[in-house]
Structure formats: C-alpha cells, structure tokens
C-alpha cells in the first residue's frame, strides 16, 4: 500500500471527467484519454490519475508526470506528481479557447477581438493584470473573464511555478487559500515577504524561490529577510525572546553564509532597516523580534492589571482561612494551606512542586473553595445566576492530554488553551481583549509549558479582575517556543509563589519521585542501579538498547501491561536507540503482522489497524492536539462501497477522527515518543532510554521531564554516562526580558550575562539553528500550525536528530560493570533462550498487577 511518488513517466491526455474531488483538498481522481505517453507497456485509451489538482475542466489536455502504480483492488492508475495544463499555444487554439462557452458573453467574434490585441500571451497577460481586456471587453465581461482565468489556471500556475522552485503542490496549496490569486505575484515579486508572513516556511526555501524569480545574493530584500529569520530561528531554537548584538550578527551570518566583501556592514544596515521597518526592535545592546518583544510586554502589562485587580468574590483571608473544603478530609501540611490561602488571596498566583507533593490536592481544594465562596457571596448578596456564572471556575491546560486528566480529577471541564480561547488554524483568536474570556477563578496546569506568544494570547484574553493561579513543576522542560514564562514569575517579587517539597506519595511512583528530586539536585542517587519496588536500571550500550527494550517490553505484556499502559521514552528520533527504531520494533510485538492486516502508509511509517497513534500538531477544528495519543480503529480503501479516499480512524478516548491523505502526516505511532511530546502525559509504566549519543539534548529538565512521566513503575535502560551527564548539566539559560519588565526595569534590568540559580549560560548554538530551519523546511506542521510556538512542540528533538556525529558520544562509562547486569550477561542472557529476560532481576521489579 505505499504511495510513494517518484517522478519518471509522462502522460499527455485529454480529461474526460472528474471521478472524486476531496472536498478538504485539491486532491482528485480523473478519468484521462491517453493520447501520448512515455510508459513502454500502456496500450490502453483510457487511465485513471490521481493527484493534487485545481479545477481541472474536461475536454482540455493535460500532462500529467509521474508514476504508474498498481492498487490492489482497482489495478493499474497513474500517481501524478505534477501536471501541466496545455493551452492552446496558436491563434487559433486560443480562439476556441476563449470562444469554448466557458466565458460569459464571449462568442468567437469576441475571442477574436483578445487574441487579436494580445497575441498568444493573452491568457499571461489577462492573468498578471486584468486591465489589459480595457477597451477589448465590456467591463463586466472583462471582469468574468479574469475571475474564471484566475479561478481555473491561477492555482494551476502556482503549482507548476511551485514545482519549478521546489515548493510542494499541497504548500503551493496553502499558499493559494492564504494569497490567493496574489500567490504567483508574491513567489515572483515579493517572494522576501512570506518570511515575515507565512509561518514556519524557512529562509532556505523562501530564498530558493526568490532566487529562481532572479534576486541577487546581495538584494537587500534578501539580506534583510535573512537577517530576520536568523534571530527569530535563534531565538526558537534557544528560547530566547531575545538576542544580544554579537548574537544577532553570528545568527545573520549562519543564515546569509555569505562571502561577500563588507558583508558585516551590510549586516548592520540590514538590521537598521529592519528596525525601522517595525520588524525588529532595539534597545540598550539588543535585538528583538517584533512579535516577541510585544508579547513579552503585554504579558508583563497584563500581569501588572491583574496583580493591581480586584476580583468581584470576596476572597479576603479571614474569610478564606475558615472555608477551605479539601478533598477527602487530609490534613493538609502549613505549606499547602499557605499556598491555597495566598491562591486566594492573591490575583496572581503560582504553585510549583514535584510529583506527589499535592498540586493536585490544592488544585481540587481550590476549585471546591472557590465555588462554596461564590455560593456564599451570591447567597448573601442575594445575586442572580449570571453572576455566579460569570466568577465560575474556568480550568485549562497547555495540552489535550493534561486538560482531561484535569477534568477527571477536579470534576469540571478543562480545555487546552487553544480551545479556552477559541484559536482555530489560520484564524484569529475567538477571544481577545476586545474579548475576553468570562469566569472568576482561571487554573492553568502544565504552566512549565506556556511559551511567550501563547501566554500572551492567553494574558490578553482575561478580564482584569479574573483571579490566575498557574500550576506546574519548574523542574521540567521549558517551553518549546520562546519565553521562560513560569520560571520568569517564579523570580519575579511581583508574584505570589508558593513551592510545594514535601512527597507525600507512597508506594508506587514514591521512589521514581525521590529519584526525580535527586536528579534535580544534581546528581544520581547513590541507589540508582539498585533495583526498588518501582524502578529499575538496565545498562546496555546504544546498539544493545532495541533488544534490550524489546526484552522489558515483552516482560511487561507478560505481566498484562497493555500498549496503553507502557511508554518508550527517548530524547531524539533517529539512531539506533531513538524514537524511530524503537517504535518499529514496538509495533512488532504489539501489533504483529497478521494476514489480511489493513495498513496505510505515510512516509516511512506504515500504520496497521489497531495500532497506537500519536497527535503531531494542534487541529482545534477537529478538537485533536499535539500529543494526544489514540488507536487506530479503522482502515478504509478507496472504491470501497462508500469510500472516497483510502483513509483511516482513530479513536482518542472516544472521539473518533478520521485522517485522509491531506491530514495523516499529523499522525505518527506512538509506541515510543521523544520526551517532549510526553509532557503533560503520565503512564503506568514508563521505558527510559539514554544513551551517550543523545548527549546534545541531555540535561536535568529532560531527565526529571521523562522519569516523572512515570506513575507506577520506571525502567532505565541505556548508558550510566548518559544518565549522569544528564543529571550534572542544568537546562541552558535562556534570555528573556519578563523578569525586568515585570520589575519596571525595561531592557536595563536585563542581565544578559548572569547565569540563573537553576540554568546554565549557553551561546546561542548556531549548528542547532541550522538544524532547526532544516526542521523547518521538512516539517508541515511549521507550516500549518497557528502561530503560537507550541506548534514547535518538538522542535527541539528533531532539530538536534540531525546533528548527531559520532562524536558526541559520552565518555565510556566506568560504571557500567558495577552493576550486576552488565553488557555480557545481556548478550549472554539474549543469545541462550534458557537464560530468558524474565529471570533477570531487574525485570522482577514488575509485581505490580495492572
Ligand atoms: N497533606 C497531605 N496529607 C496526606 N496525603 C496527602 C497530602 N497532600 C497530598 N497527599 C496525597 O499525596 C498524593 C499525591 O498528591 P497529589 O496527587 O495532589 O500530588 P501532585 O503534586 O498533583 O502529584 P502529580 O503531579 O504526580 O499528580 C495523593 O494521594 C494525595 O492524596
């Protein structure tokens, strides 16, 4: 069932009729008439095409390139991957053309009239400036004209333009639904423009066009759209929401690869002109990127309104000291109570703490606190219903996943924040601050995650008087896109915080969190490699880690562990112990072949029926997220009765979606994910794997991040080094101006060279930017994605798969013979079936009944 294209036959036909058109595409099935073609074994006058394609029209010729391939069901069809439609090239064809019927109020006479004045470039002309038919045609006749030529041959244009500049029918696509009959104009005339203006379309390719359309390397367009691009590629791939002068020369350099003489003068004139431009800003040694800088500062206003706010729920503490209803009568510890009080309390409130340490708990005693206060105040006050409708409780998350878990924990609904504030693809938000949100007490879980431009869609959105408590664990993983949001409030005096230490988990999960806070601290725990109730260590080298993994899966179905219940974690995708290798051997034992198997192929993966999926982008239309996981219910084919296109169905927790070609590279299995798609979800049993080839992407965040995914049971496999290199290196500094905006201070406060308490100062790291406008240019979801950088969920992941020489391998691990399970006994124990896993202690760590 692959469908992949590689262009090597042509077809030249006339289109007899469109046999299915997708209505959430340009995909169609034609029915063609061969009149010529280049396949030595066609002899038939008929072929069926498949493709993307405009409104192609009957009757009119068509070369169509690409392959011949046979489908099981209906035989032999030709997979266009591109086509060309054959004007009329003569006087006369061009005649017929016009006077087709096709164009209202156009006989031959008329045609005549147009091919006469404008040659046989009419329909060129007619397209790039409609005012060329003046004193030819009737105004609106003239009019029609235009409109049914851009309509039918626009798109058309684009896509052969597109072909020739490298750009994909289905962008050439997207960038007709966003421009237009524009489109062919920008790629030609203004190509530069679509850096600042298409999100996620890269430098690299914006300069492919534009150099095809015959800009010079030293254009000053040219030089300042990669000016631009290379602080804002800088900026994503580091976090920054700003740059320091050196570092926005060094990202301008990296991106323009330029050896023109003076080519540093006319980097500073670049960024002159940007700045007057209105693209960047400047101040005091540092370069910003528009959109970030005033992101940064409305959340830092925003802020400043709703610290200086006055809720309408009388929250004071003598009050709130006596109403507290916690969930299940615990007896909650002075910190915690100290934090719902300030939660209270305070119109802006953070609470931070690892797993176990009852963020949860203060999350329901603060939701059910909360509404018995409305409750009074409204039965007090004698209030009617909208007023306690408008100080309800609103609850939300960065992620589908953590917004469920919310719902299922507190009772009431939370949602991502996309949907919170109605952000759907393409779209400006629903609520804004023209518009803001309605509800009296707003909860954010997973805060860790909120990047600047999400926060301050979010920010915007909220009345002044809403009372905002924001939840999360400062130990994980920053945001993917740009911003250090909650750790920024956590420094700033400005905002309540209250820090939860105390575990209080016990049993399951207790010594996965001491080992996370060990990790913290800054170093593995003396017992690492000894087996506890709930976690386990498996050393092996990277090449031995698929068997290794395979050997703990197997143990874990053994035990009854479902796929569901069972999470593979690594840091990147390739290399023999990343995500992509790892997930194929997973679905071989979860989902083995069997015969008769329906399975669709995207790419490199090839799904089956029943397998578990895995979210790779927002889709607020459809209700689906990145990072939210399914299974695969369904697989239908074409020409099945009642079937349009081959398609597929995925059941997220009840919510079935359907992909079609158009959509199913949103879609990856989900066996095994990098640590970055895991935030926000937890497992029974997470499989960890570091190896020395990770060592780009290790530090303490992403080691806390990963084990605390963990709720029952935790194994380690890989390579000791990895584990403790990760430990022993913070999360790099990331430079941002919230800290000092929120203080007053502006750019002055910034203090562009002191490294945080927690986080390591870090150039900003060129090979990685580089890496990431490659990203980039492969990946749709940068293309398609709403502009908030959670659509960069993963950036950081894929970014450094494509960086991983040999050389970053981690020392050898000394360690490695300490424990009792070493590489030899592992070959040992795979080589001699008698000596099966399970009878390896580590394995014995799985008591646990699911
Ligand atoms: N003061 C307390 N006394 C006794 N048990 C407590 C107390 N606070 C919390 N717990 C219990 O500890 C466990 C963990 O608490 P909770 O789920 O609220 O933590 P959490 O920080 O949300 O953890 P996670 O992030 O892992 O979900 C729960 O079983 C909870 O009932």
Same mark, same amino acid.
């Given at each position: 069932?692959?469908?992949?294209?590689?262009?090597?036959?042509?077809?030249?036909?006339?289109?007899? $009729?469109?046999?299915?058109?997708?209505?959430?595409?340009?995909?169609?099935?034609?029915?063609?008439?061969?009149?010529?073609?280049?396949?030595?074994?066609?002899?038939?006058?008929?072929?069926?095409?498949?493709?993307?394609?405009?409104?192609?029209?009957?009757?009119?010729?068509?070369?169509?390139?690409?392959?011949?391939?046979?489908?099981?069901?209906?035989?032999?069809?030709?997979?266009?991957?591109?086509? !060309?439609?054959?004007?009329?090239?003569?006087?006369?064809?061009?005649? *017929?053309?016009?006077?087709?019927?096709?164009?209202?109020?156009?006989?031959?006479?008329?045609?005549?009239?147009?091919?006469?004045?404008?040659?046989?470039?009419?329909?060129?002309?007619?397209?790039?400036?409609?005012?060329?038919?003046?004193?030819?045609?009737?105004?609106?006749?003239?009019?029609?004209?235009?409109?049914?030529?851009?309509?039918?041959?626009?798109?058309?244009?684009?896509?052969?333009?597109?072909?020739?500049?490298?750009?994909? *029918?289905?962008?050439?696509?997207?960038?007709?639904?966003?421009?237009?009959?524009?489109?062919?104009?920008?790629?030609?005339?203004?190509?530069?423009?679509?850096?600042?203006?298409?999100?996620?379309?890269?430098?690299?390719?914006?300069?492919?066009?534009?150099?095809?359309?015959?800009?010079?390397?030293?254009?000053?367009?040219?030089?300042?759209?990669?000016?631009?691009?290379?602080?804002?590629?800088?900026?994503?791939?580091?976090?920054?929401?700003?740059?320091?002068?050196? /570092?926005?020369?060094?990202?301008?350099?990296?991106?323009? /690869?330029?050896?023109?003489?003076?080519?540093?003068?006319?980097?500073?004139?670049?960024?002159?002109?940007?700045?007057?431009?209105?693209?960047?800003?400047?101040?005091?040694?540092?370069?910003?990127?528009?959109?970030?800088?005033?992101?940064?500062?409305?959340?830092?206003?925003?802020?400043?309104?709703?610290? &200086?706010?006055?809720?309408?729920?009388?929250?004071?503490?003598?009050?709130?000291?006596?109403?507290?209803?916690?969930?299940?009568?615990?007896?909650?510890?002075?910190?915690?109570?100290?934090?719902?009080? &300030?939660?209270?309390? $305070?119109?802006?409130?953070?609470?931070?703490?690892?797993?176990?340490?009852?963020?949860?708990?203060?999350?329901?005693?603060?939701?059910?606190?909360?509404?018995?206060?409305?409750?009074?105040?409204?039965?007090? !006050?004698?209030?009617?219903?909208?007023?306690?409708?408008?100080?309800?409780?609103?609850?939300?998350?960065?992620?589908?996943?953590?917004?469920?878990?919310?719902?299922?924990?507190?009772?009431?609904?939370?949602?991502?924040?996309?949907?919170?504030?109605?952000?759907?693809?393409?779209?400006?938000?629903?609520?804004?601050?023209?518009?803001?949100?309605?509800?009296?007490?707003?909860?954010?879980?997973?805060?860790?995650?909120?990047?600047?431009?999400?926060?301050?869609?979010?920010?915007?959105?909220?009345?002044?008087?809403?009372?905002?408590?924001?939840?999360?664990?400062?130990?994980?993983?920053?945001?993917?896109?740009?911003? $250090?949001?909650? %750790?920024?409030?956590?420094?700033?005096?400005?905002?309540?915080?209250?820090?939860?230490?105390?575990?209080?988990?016990?049993?399951?999960?207790?010594?996965?969190?001491?080992?996370?806070?060990?990790?913290?601290?800054?170093?593995?725990?003396?017992?690492?490699?000894?087996?506890?109730?709930?976690?386990?260590?498996?050393?092996?080298?990277?090449?031995?880690?698929?068997?290794?993994?395979?050997?703990?899966?197997?143990?874990?179905?053994?035990?009854?562990?479902?796929?569901?219940?069972?999470?593979?974690?690594?840091?990147?995708?390739?290399?023999?112990?990343?995500?992509?290798?790892?997930?194929?051997?997973?679905?071989?034992?979860?989902?083995?072949?069997?015969?008769?198997?329906?399975?669709?192929?995207?790419?490199?993966?090839?799904?089956?029926?029943?397998?578990?999926?895995?979210?790779?982008?927002?889709?607020?239309?459809?209700?689906? %997220?990145?990072?939210?996981?399914?299974?695969?219910?369904?697989?239908?084919?074409?020409?099945?009765?009642?079937?349009?296109?081959?398609?597929?169905?995925?059941?997220?927790?009840?919510?079935?979606?359907?992909?079609?070609?158009?959509?199913?590279?949103?879609?990856?299995?989900?066996?095994?994910?990098?640590?970055?798609?895991?935030?926000?979800?937890?497992?029974?049993?997470?499989?960890?794997?570091?190896?020395?080839?990770?060592?780009?992407?290790?530090?303490?965040?992403?080691?806390?991040?990963?084990?605390?995914?963990?709720?029952?049971?935790?194994?380690?496999?890989?390579?000791?080094?990895?584990?403790?290199?990760?430990?022993?290196?913070?999360?790099?500094?990331?430079?941002?101006?919230?800290?000092?905006?929120?203080?007053?201070?502006?750019?002055?406060?910034?203090?562009?060279?002191?490294?945080?308490?927690?986080?390591?100062?870090?150039?900003?790291?060129?090979?990685?930017?580089?890496?990431?406008?490659?990203?980039?240019?492969?990946?749709?979801?940068?293309?398609?994605?709403?502009?908030?950088?959670?659509?960069?969920?993963? /950036?950081?992941?894929?970014?450094?798969?494509?960086?991983?020489?040999?050389?970053?391998?981690?020392?050898?691990?000394?360690?490695?013979?300490?424990?009792?399970?070493?590489?030899?006994?592992?070959?040992?124990?795979?080589? $001699?079936?008698?000596?099966?896993?399970?009878?390896?202690?580590?394995?014995?760590?799985?008591?646990?009944?699911?």
């Amino acid at each position: 069932m692959a469908r992949t294209v590689t262009e090597d036959n042509q077809i030249l036909g006339t289109l007899q $009729n469109v046999i299915f058109s997708a209505n959430d595409s340009y995909f169609k099935i034609l029915s063609v008439t061969v009149e010529d073609t280049d396949l030595d074994d066609w002899s038939e006058e008929e072929m069926i095409v498949t493709g993307t394609f405009a409104s192609v029209k009957p009757g009119s010729t068509y070369a169509f390139y690409g392959q011949l391939v046979t489908h099981p069901k209906y035989g032999q069809q030709f997979q266009a991957a591109r086509y !060309e439609n054959q004007m009329p090239a003569d006087e006369k064809g061009l005649i *017929a053309f016009f006077a087709s019927g096709d164009f209202a109020g156009i006989g031959k006479k008329t045609a005549e009239k147009i091919v006469n004045e404008l040659g046989t470039q009419a329909i060129d002309l007619i397209l790039s400036d409609a005012s060329v038919l003046d004193g030819i045609l009737k105004p609106k006749v003239a009019k029609e004209l235009a409109e049914k030529l851009q309509e039918n041959l626009g798109l058309e244009k684009l896509f052969v333009l597109g072909h020739q500049v490298g750009l994909s *029918a289905d962008l050439a696509g997207r960038l007709f639904d966003h421009y237009g009959e524009e489109a062919q104009d920008i790629l030609q005339n203004t190509p530069y423009r679509l850096v600042y203006e298409f999100d996620g379309l890269p430098f690299k390719k914006v300069d492919a066009i534009a150099r095809h359309a015959g800009f010079a390397l030293d254009d000053p367009e040219r030089i300042r759209a990669g000016v631009y691009a290379g602080i804002l590629n800088a900026c994503y791939s580091a976090g920054h929401t700003y740059l320091t002068v050196d /570092q926005a020369k060094q990202a301008a350099w990296q991106t323009l /690869q330029s050896e023109l003489p003076d080519f540093s003068q006319v980097i500073d004139q670049s960024l002159g002109g940007l700045v007057s431009q209105g693209r960047l800003v400047y101040q005091d040694g540092i370069y910003q990127a528009k959109i970030l800088a005033d992101a940064e500062i409305l959340v830092g206003e925003k802020l400043q309104s709703l610290i &200086d706010g006055r809720s309408a729920v009388r929250t004071d503490s003598a009050l709130v000291d006596t109403s507290f209803v916690v969930p299940e009568n615990l007896d909650l510890d002075a910190v915690q109570k100290q934090a719902i009080e &300030d939660a209270l309390t $305070n119109q802006v409130f953070v609470l931070t703490g690892g797993p176990g340490t009852g963020k949860t708990t203060i999350t329901k005693t603060l939701v059910a606190t909360w509404e018995s206060l409305v409750r009074h105040q409204a039965q007090s !006050e004698k209030t009617d219903q909208d007023w306690v409708k408008q100080n309800r409780v609103r609850l939300a998350s960065p992620t589908g996943r953590a917004a469920k878990r919310m719902t299922e924990i507190t009772g009431y609904e939370a949602t991502t924040i996309h949907r919170l504030l109605g952000i759907t693809e393409g779209d400006d938000a629903e609520f804004d601050e023209d518009n803001p949100i309605s509800g009296g007490l707003l909860i954010i879980d997973e805060a860790s995650m909120l990047d600047i431009s999400l926060a301050a869609s979010l920010f915007a959105a909220l009345p002044d008087n809403m009372h905002v408590v924001l939840v999360g664990d400062a130990d994980q993983l920053p945001s993917v896109g740009p911003g $250090n949001v909650l %750790y920024d409030l956590i420094q700033s005096p400005k905002v309540t915080h209250v820090s939860l230490e105390h575990i209080y988990r016990q049993g399951k999960g207790s010594s996965i969190s001491a080992l996370a806070q060990a990790i913290n601290a800054g170093q593995l725990p003396a017992n690492f490699q000894e087996n506890q109730v709930d976690r386990s260590t498996f050393l092996t080298t990277a090449d031995q880690v698929p068997k290794a993994v395979i050997q703990v899966l197997r143990a874990a179905v053994k035990k009854g562990f479902t796929a569901d219940q069972v999470q593979v974690l690594a840091p990147m995708y390739r290399t023999p112990a990343g995500v992509n290798a790892l997930n194929q051997e997973a679905q071989d034992l979860f989902n083995p072949v069997q015969p008769g198997q329906k399975t669709l192929q995207q790419g490199e993966t090839v799904f089956r029926l029943g397998d578990k999926v895995l979210q790779l982008e927002n889709d607020s239309e459809r209700d689906i %997220y990145n990072g939210d996981m399914g299974r695969v219910i369904a697989i239908h084919y074409k020409k099945e009765p009642g079937v349009a296109a081959d398609s597929l169905v995925v059941d997220f927790d009840g919510q079935e979606v359907w992909y079609t070609s158009k959509t199913l590279n949103q879609l990856t299995l989900a066996y095994a994910t990098t640590i970055h798609k895991a935030q926000g979800n937890e497992f029974k049993l997470v499989i960890l794997v570091l190896t020395g080839q990770f060592k780009i992407m290790l530090n303490q965040n992403l080691v806390y991040t990963a084990i605390t995914r963990a709720k029952e049971s935790l194994v380690m496999v890989g390579d000791y080094s990895a584990y403790e290199y990760a430990a022993t290196h913070p999360v790099p500094l990331r430079q941002t101006l919230l800290q000092s905006l929120l203080a007053g201070e502006g750019v002055n406060g910034a203090d562009v060279a002191a490294a945080k308490p927690k986080q390591a100062a870090q150039p900003v790291d060129h090979a990685v930017q580089e890496q990431v406008a490659t990203y980039q240019a492969d990946s749709k979801s940068q293309q398609t994605a709403p502009k908030s950088s959670e659509s960069r969920f993963d /950036q950081g992941a894929t970014a450094a798969d494509k960086q991983v020489p040999a050389t970053n391998q981690v020392e050898a691990a000394p360690a490695l013979s300490t424990n009792e399970l070493t590489t030899a006994n592992f070959d040992q124990a795979l080589a $001699n079936p008698m000596v099966g896993m399970d009878q390896i202690s580590p394995y014995d760590f799985m008591p646990v009944e699911p």
